[in-house]
């Protein structure tokens, strides 16, 4: 925390910077939790400094400039080196940095402190969404951007939330220090939230945490911050904080959900049943590439409507899918279920140009899998 | 001393090109040639640079997706990014040193004249793999100007011609570091010791020492990532027991002094033309070579603070920010030498002073929010947002470019013999300044209130001050049309002839030459006292 004797000056620059905020336009986001707090404090303390630095440097400059200049006649006197002047101005400035590195050392620190935490959360980074799995309560679930696609080609005036609304917010309870493990199934991504302080980055075959208490119930927004390819804009985070009975009320809610929704490993799917599914998964993981009509990008994202491999063999194409394809945007999805990717396989073979006729089995995936 | 009759150029075999036309550019291993090959080189490119940024900026205009795609935005941003920093930035500052640094020393040419030709003309080559890498299938990178694996390792071929754009250009630079050093240690004439060399040659000393040992280190990382595409290596890829932020790692300890070499010569040209236009001399010299030299070694030691997020243990980023932060004291140090030696001089400001009074003003603010990024707990808040876009083109722009204006128009009459017109001078000098903060001073605010950067598209709080940058951006882009402007008139002649002290404060070797200088100039070293 800021030591007692700049609190004061602290504060009444937060008061002048948070009236001047204007929406928090020109600083950063109100703080929501401690370590978000004690940021804001800190580029505050180190505005103040900039700030007392530029003007004594810059009126000296200026100074000169008006005053020093041969169109009012002013003589150059040649005065030059001055061991004791050079000491001084290297000397201050070290104290200066001192007087910034303590409080900054000591939020370092507390930003470290990952240790009993009340609920953890993993939060996977993809191409391009985040997944959520809550270790403890052992519910999960995806998280993508909200924003339909036509606010974004501006066929519909802009939402409030535009870009930053997902549907399936991470809920946390207020007050209990929440510790996030983040990591990423392709690339290299980064969970942030600015009004709780938290940026981590994400990154595929590591895991790496950090940790939040949310002050106040609200719903906090953020989004990637590593650049991860072309819809790196398009994959924002949201936090509601609740009260701690909300909480426990949308945790047994979700797992409800999760039951309901858990597809029996020994069902038989038809045809149309694994088309209809495969269309949903086709939506949520394949179209930002492949596109709606299956004719992908031209000469950057391969079309599947008449593709060779997806009128070909069914393993061919489900390795593929499986394992991705390296050296190439084509990330692995192993991580759907078998019967998602059954069902998505089996809608690509069956839509658009392609009339296959065959289905994939849940069963056949998982014996890929080995 | 040197010969002092006019040169025409032509007739006398022992002082005129061996060549005329295009030729005599191609076979050139004269430093003034070359020194203009570079420039030239350098400001076309830059156009380049500023086409695409002109291009990204368009699109951020307003929020939705109106002219590109997200994956060509990405392309943009990263050859934006790219083409600046070597295809503009860093050859500017090797023309200069090329036309300055032996014209300053008393000597006749660099030391290895021929490698100094073929450092140039694999410049040509190189920046046209780059930029034709938009036009191979899956067009050019989108990675960033960081191509950080394993987003790098998913690109299409245009990263691999990137790749080898970049081991083209890192040569180049290595082995005009080589002559540079080499020219600098060997042929100073008789009487100019180390300490009695301008500052400009000490930063171009130090900055070369620093590109001999980090650009092989971006060859490396780079390598490792072709490797990594094609050859079946898993360097950055955990599943084969890789690490992506190994990548990270070896870009960043290039990346760091990459950006100081970027800037050094930039504080040498400052320190050439402050004590010209105060009529004075520069205040401390040896302070200045001993920060300069502080800054050269501490830009080793401070590469992850472009990594504060990555998850490195609270010991490595207390260290990193420590060092960070140091490297604000021998920076200020050159700021205050600047001013105390402003201080009761006489001073007037043509074009070259306006630009070096500009850096500094500028350049600071760049320096300030540097050290906002430096303490660790902000930088978790502001990296990757548009707080470290808005810094860094404080640095390199208001900086590096500024000081890059400021040498051109300091030495363009004597490289000529004719006058620019100050007049339109100013105009570029007061538009660049306004555009250029109207541009980027916007981007702090929406860095600090959550703007992340590399995105074609924001949310409605951002977008009055994206407007603004783009209105800033286009402003800014079409003062620098008045350069090239005044860059034409005066070489095609039309302003007044000029003696060899083109300023009446100028010191050094180079203002005892004839404007334009011969050919070949100090063929007899000079005696320097």
Not at chain 1, 13 to 34: D, H, K
Request: aromatic residues 14%.
């Amino acid at each position: 925390m800021i030591s007692n004797g700049l609190r004061p000056l602290a504060a009444m620059a937060g008061w002048f910077a948070s009236g001047a905020a204007l929406a928090n336009q020109y600083n950063l986001q109100e703080p929501q939790s401690i370590i978000a707090r004690e940021i804001y404090d800190l580029h505050t303390l180190i505005m103040w400094i900039i700030l007392g630095i530029f003007i004594v440097v810059f009126g000296a400059m200026t100074w000169s400039i008006v005053k020093h200049r041969k169109s009012v006649g002013h003589k150059a006197e040649q005065f030059h080196e001055n061991t004791l002047v050079e000491v001084v101005w290297t000397i201050i400035p070290f104290f200066i940095l001192i007087g910034m590195a303590y409080p900054a050392t000591r939020t370092v620190i507390a930003m470290k402190d990952t240790s009993n935490p009340d609920i953890t959360i993993k939060a996977t980074g993809y191409q391009w969404k985040w997944s959520y799995d809550y270790l403890q309560e052992g519910i999960s679930f995806y998280s993508a951007l909200a924003t339909p696609r036509e606010q974004i080609e501006g066929k519909a005036p802009k939402g409030e939330h535009y870009l930053v609304e997902v549907d399936n917010p991470v809920v946390v309870p207020v007050g209990k220090k929440v510790r996030i493990i983040t990591t990423a199934n392709d690339v290299i991504h980064s969970w942030w939230v600015p009004a709780l302080g938290i940026k981590q980055d994400a990154i595929p075959g590591f895991v790496r945490d950090t940790w939040f208490k949310a002050d106040r119930p609200g719903t906090y927004r953020g989004q990637c911050a590593e650049l991860c390819g072309k819809d790196h804009g398009f994959m924002p985070i949201v936090v509601e904080a609740v009260a701690p009975e909300q909480y426990a009320a949308w945790v047994a809610g979700q797992k409800k959900q999760m039951a309901a929704a858990a597809v029996d490993p020994a069902k038989q799917w038809t045809l149309d049943e694994l088309k209809a599914h495969g269309a949903k998964i086709y939506a949520g993981n394949c179209v930002a590439c492949h596109q709606q009509t299956g004719m992908g990008v031209p000469k950057v994202f391969p079309a599947l409507s008449g593709s060779k491999i997806v009128n070909g063999p069914k393993d061919a194409q489900l390795q593929l899918v499986l394992n991705g394809k390296p050296g190439t945007a084509m990330a692995p999805f192993k991580h759907l279920s078998d019967a998602d990717v059954a069902a998505v396989v089996t809608y690509t073979r069956n839509n658009w140009a392609n009339k296959v006729g065959d289905m994939v089995a849940p069963a056949e995936v998982k014996a890929l899998r080995k | 001393m040197q010969a002092a009759h006019a040169h025409t150029g032509h007739g006398h075999d022992a002082h005129a090109p061996h060549y005329t036309g295009m030729m005599r550019w191609i076979t050139t291993t004269n430093h003034k040639d070359i020194g203009t090959l570079y420039l030239v080189f350098a400001l076309s490119m830059f156009f380049v640079g500023g086409l695409l940024a002109l291009m990204l900026r368009a699109e951020l205009f307003q929020p939705g997706l109106q002219f590109w795609s997200p994956e060509f935005f990405n392309q943009l941003t990263t050859m934006h990014g790219l083409i600046m920093v070597f295809g503009a930035i860093m050859p500017a500052f090797v023309g200069f040193a090329n036309w300055q640094i032996p014209m300053m020393i008393g000597a006749p040419d660099m030391a290895f004249a021929r490698m100094n030709n073929w450092s140039f003309w694999l410049l040509p080559p190189a920046a046209t793999l780059l930029v034709a890498s938009f036009f191979v299938p899956g067009g050019a990178t989108a990675a960033g100007w960081t191509i950080y694996a394993p987003l790098s390792t998913q690109m299409g071929p245009g990263m691999d011609l990137a790749i080898f754009a970049l081991h083209i250009m890192g040569a180049s630079s290595i082995m005009g570091s080589i002559n540079i050093v080499t020219t600098i240690l060997n042929m100073r004439a008789p009487g100019m010791t180390m300490m009695k060399m301008p500052l400009f040659v000490w930063t171009w000393l130090i900055t070369a020492y620093l590109l001999i040992a980090v650009m092989p280190v971006l060859a490396g990382a780079v390598t490792m990532l072709l490797t990594d595409r094609h050859f079946g290596t898993h360097f950055f890829n955990a599943a084969g027991g890789g690490d992506p932020v190994l990548f990270q790692h070896i870009f960043w300890f290039f990346g760091h002094p990459e950006v100081y070499i970027m800037i050094l010569p930039g504080f040498g040209i400052v320190s050439q033309i402050v004590p010209t236009f105060s009529r004075k001399p520069l205040f401390g010299y040896s302070s200045m070579v001993y920060a300069t030299a502080s800054i050269a070694i501490l830009s080793f030691i401070v590469w992850a603070h472009h990594m504060f997020t990555v998850g490195m243990p609270a010991s490595a980023q207390l260290f990193f920010m420590y060092a960070t932060m140091l490297i604000a004291i021998p920076t200020g140090v050159k700021v205050f030498n600047w001013i105390a030696t402003m201080w009761r001089g006489s001073m007037t400001f043509e074009t070259p002073m306006l630009f070096a009074c500009g850096f500094i003003f500028v350049f600071s603010m760049g320096g300030f929010t540097g050290l906002v990024l430096a303490i660790t707990p902000v930088d978790i808040q502001l990296q990757d947002t548009y707080y470290v876009v808005a810094h860094f083109h404080y640095v390199l722009v208001a900086g590096s470019l500024f000081a890059i204006f400021g040498g051109t128009y300091y030495w363009l009459p004597k490289w000529i013999g004719r006058m620019y017109d100050e007049t339109l001078g100013k105009w570029h000098f007061w538009l660049s300044m306004i555009f250029f903060n109207v541009t980027f001073f916007p981007m702090h605010f929406t860095g600090l209130a959550g703007l992340p950067r590399r995105v074609p598209d924001y949310n409605l709080q951002f977008a009055d001050f994206n407007m603004i940058s783009t209105i800033g951006a286009f402003g800014f882009g079409i003062a620098q049309l008045i350069f090239v402007y005044v860059l034409v008139k005066a070489i095609r002649g039309a302003g007044e002839k000029v003696g060899e002290r083109v300023w009446d404060g100028a010191h050094g070797l180079e203002w005892t030459l004839p404007s334009p200088p011969p050919h070949h100039t100090f063929e007899t070293p000079p005696v320097v006292k």
